[in-house]
Nanobody, 126 residues
Framework: QVSLAESGGGLVPPGGSLRVSCSVS????????IGWWRQAPGKEREFVAA????????YYAASVKGRFTISTDNAKNTVFLQMNNLKPEDTAGYYC???????????????????WGHGTQVSVSS
């Protein structure tokens, strides 16, 4: 059974930084395509970033490009999302998700992901 567990959320002031983590268990990380998504109260879950573990290809939403970086530690089966220059509009629950076998072009389609974590809350406020 595959499971994903997010950690590292918290409260930061505008302009601050935070790194959230996604620990994958039950399978080898390198077999997967991993994405980060977020959902604010009353809004749809939206794509943030994704990484093809084997090819090291990364994808970002326009709203976070240049501020957020997705990376992996394959030895620890963990995916990170480094978030810099945080803005109040980044406030949301952050979720990691996995595609067992990546379908090209689907990195930003949430119904194409096979497994989801329970999320970690990130709040940006002064």
């Amino acid at each position: 059974q595959v499971s994903l567990a997010e950690s590292g959320g918290g409260l930061v002031p505008p302009g601050g930084s935070l790194r959230v983590s996604c620990s994958v268990s039950g399978h080898t990380l390198s077999d997967y395509f991993i994405g980060w998504w977020r959902q604010a109260p009353g809004k749809e879950r939206e794509f943030v970033a994704a990484i093809n573990i084997l090819g090291r290809t990364t994808y970002y939403a326009a709203s976070v490009k240049g501020r957020f970086t997705i990376s992996t530690d394959n030895a620890k089966n963990t995916v990170f999302l480094q978030m810099n220059n945080l803005k109040p509009e980044d406030t949301a629950g952050y979720y990691c998700a996995a595609q067992v076998s990546y379908r090209p072009g689907t990195y930003n389609m949430k119904d194409q992901y096979d497994y989801w974590g329970h999320g970690t809350q990130v709040s940006v406020s002064s």
